[in-house]
């Protein structure tokens, strides 16, 4: 069981007004007139059905997506007009592993670290530091392409932290690992909210979701259908024993498939 | 600078991993020059290793055939082989065994003879020197030289082939006129009336350095066109590195990062240029070293080598721009690849690799100057084959490097309206 690390209310690090996405040629909007307040040092889930809309917001939060309607800030800082300070602030986990499968995880993570204006002993030091604490010190000088699938979660993980962001944003960050690798995942993110580190985080597993996060969002059809800290939900929830059991109350059983 | 050299050693990395793709984006454009040379070099070579088999049917046996078959044998150009019949050797040369097939005519060389008997007759008789000749001239058919044709050949081999052979029988005319204009007026031709030997002959000019002139030949031909053709060959390889970013992944990390656009086309330019310019170090060495063992001419450097990098640099930044280009719209490597390479292909063929630009339509003429390889390429045999200094080849290089400039600053539009946030 992992420890929940709230480290108390300090303000809004991300307030989200009325954000909406619609994809060109799409009849639906993927995210709509979205309201949020995620506060510094929280663990904030983002819940929900595949197609739901939690990517969309996510890579609207990175600057990957523009919004159709409405705004964000991470931290005051806007994200029309400051945008370049605001990415030195944040980092990302992509669902994908996002990794030069040619080079090795330390020319890697030397190459990223670098992209946030990082260099030489200090940068050395952290990516040695970050492999130490994943478990990937003696395969630093080896090709990404020859590790499994948790050894790239976790180069993937560190490659978005070597800047030490106040924001994380996580999209799937333990989807197909072992266990063994997941928690050795989570016990890192939990110890970088610990230093500060306000985490937002996408997942299907609804257990890890539960004792990870500190509040969650289940988010459907582009909007925030629930929002609470994981236990508060669960209590209100008539006959729900665990987080799932909330999520399909709020979600239904019906299959999510669309192309 | 830190992110831009932190690129560059990436894209070092990245070349130096997947040491095969280096092998050929090395190795193939020292093949493709090596070998169009070899190919080319006979168009250059005045002593002819090869000569093309074609077939001669002598129906006249007189003078005039015994003529052109000397000069064709002499021309050193033709093997001719004797076939006894027009039907045979036409069979022959439609079925592609031969290129060429000439049929002389029966009675040639006496209707010829009989024809211009009549006319010089007929001329000195206007003047009073002879009596009016009972020409009979008018009743002798007009004679054809058939000459029959591989329809696979090209047009140029036709008309050498056909402008030879008028050649040859004007010369025939003409001296056979002479021979009887000499025989009538000195009566037995023994005294030489005419000065037969031509008054117009041919000098070529050619360019010198110093006391010595530059004497263009295959190498010195192939080695700049296909060296620049190999050096915008690296859009392919370019723009499938940025392709795979974008489907590994790497490139939406990036572009979370707070680095520009412009920085990472940067990091790729730098190590790409590098690559450009290593190429064409191989290019000049193939044409230094290899190929006068392989019985071709050396190539000819002397004093032009920070010229010829120069252009190299241009022509390469050129090529990169184009790079970039391509592999920012292109969103997989089934798009930017066979693209790429076409397209190569359609600049060479409009910059004048194959076919000189003054051979081509008005206005592929016009189109051919459109092509940055038609920019490279002038640049290339300006200081090559004209002894040509920087400020003849000025005006090149600076629209080489507009276009670099124009082509990655469209890259950097496309990106930025693509991914506008």
């Known amino acids: 069981m992992h420890v929940k690390a709230h480290i108390g209310i300090i303000g809004y690090m991300i307030q989200i007004n009325q954000l909406s996405k619609k994809y060109k040629g799409a009849d639906t909007f993927s995210v709509f007139e979205l309201n949020l307040q995620i506060e510094e040092g929280e663990i904030f889930g983002l819940l929900g059905p595949n197609g739901a809309g939690k990517t969309t917001l996510i890579s609207m939060l990175c600057s990957l997506l523009k919004p159709t309607s409405g705004s964000f800030t991470i931290n005051d800082l806007n994200f029309r007009d400051q945008k370049k300070q605001l990415k030195q602030l944040i980092g990302i986990v992509p669902q994908e592993y996002a990794l030069y499968p040619a080079l090795t995880a330390y020319e890697n993570l030397y190459y990223f670290g670098s992209m946030y204006g990082l260099t030489g002993e200090p940068l050395k030091n952290t990516i040695y530091d970050h492999l130490k604490i994943m478990g990937l010190s003696r395969f630093a000088n080896k090709r990404v392409a020859n590790f499994s699938g948790g050894m790239k979660r976790r180069v993937n993980l560190i490659a978005s932290i070597l800047h030490n962001p106040k924001v994380l944003f996580l999209d799937e960050p333990t989807v197909g690992v072992d266990v063994q690798s997941k928690n050795v995942i989570i016990g890192h993110l939990e110890e970088l909210n610990r230093s500060g580190t306000t985490l937002v985080y996408s997942s299907h597993h609804l257990n890890e979701a539960e004792n990870f996060c500190t509040r969650v969002a289940i988010i459907d059809h582009g909007r925030v259908i629930c929002m609470g800290e994981p236990g508060v939900l669960i209590a209100n929830q008539k006959n729900a024993h665990n987080l799932e059991d909330v999520f399909l109350s709020k979600t239904g059983k019906a299959l999510r498939d669309h192309a | ?421």
């Open chain 2, 1 to 421: 600078m830190h992110k831009l050299l932190a690129s560059a050693y990436k894209e070092f990395l990245l070349l130096i991993r997947d040491m095969g793709g280096i092998s050929i984006l090395f190795v193939m454009p020292l093949i493709l020059v090596v070998t169009i040379t070899l190919i080319q070099d006979s168009t250059f070579k005045s002593i002819k290793d090869v000569k093309i088999p074609i077939l001669w049917v002598d129906n006249d046996r007189g003078t005039v055939s015994e003529n052109i078959y000397a000069n064709l044998t002499k021309s050193n150009t033709f093997n001719v082989i004797h076939k006894d019949t027009e039907e045979e050797a036409r069979d022959l040369v439609f079925k592609g065994k031969y290129q060429l097939a000439v049929i002389i005519p029966a009675n040639l060389s006496s209707d010829l003879g009989k024809k211009i008997d009549d006319n010089v007759t007929g001329i000195l008789s206007q003047f009073g020197l002879e009596k009016g000749s009972t020409s009979d001239s008018a009743k002798i058919a007009q004679k054809e030289i058939r000459l029959y044709f591989d329809p696979a050949t090209q047009f140029a081999f036709r008309s050498s082939v056909k402008n030879g052979i008028d050649k040859m029988i004007s010369q025939i005319e003409s001296r056979t006129i002479y021979r009887v204009f000499q025989e009538q007026l000195s009566g037995d031709g023994t005294k030489i009336t005419f000065n037969a030997e031509g008054l117009i002959s041919f000098k070529e000019i050619v360019p010198t350095r110093g006391d010595k002139e530059i004497l263009p030949n295959s190498t010195q031909h192939n080695v700049p066109a296909w060296t620049l053709f190999a050096i915008f060959f690296i859009i392919v390889p370019l723009s499938i590195n940025m392709v795979k970013e974008k489907n590994q992944g790497t490139f939406v990390r990036l572009r979370t990062n707070p680095v520009s656009y412009a920085t990472v086309l940067g990091g790729k330019t730098l190590i790409y240029l590098c690559v450009c310019l290593i190429q064409f170090s191989l290019m000049l060495l193939v044409g230094l070293y290899l190929l006068p063992t392989l019985g071709l001419p050396q190539l000819d450097l002397s004093g032009r080598l920070p010229l010829l990098f120069l252009v190299a640099l241009f022509a390469g930044l050129a090529a990169i721009g184009l790079g970039l280009l391509l592999g920012t719209i292109a969103k997989t490597q089934e798009q930017s690849a066979p693209f790429g390479a076409t397209f190569v292909v359609i600049l060479a063929a409009m910059g004048g690799v194959w076919v000189p630009v003054f051979l081509m339509p008005r206005y592929m003429q016009y189109l051919s100057n459109l092509s940055p390889m038609n920019w490279g390429l002038k640049a290339f045999y300006d200081v090559f084959l004209r002894n040509a200094g920087f400020g003849a080849i000025l005006p090149e290089l600076l629209l080489l490097l507009l276009f670099f400039v124009i082509t990655t600053g469209i890259s950097i539009i496309y990106n930025e309206r693509q991914h506008a946030v």
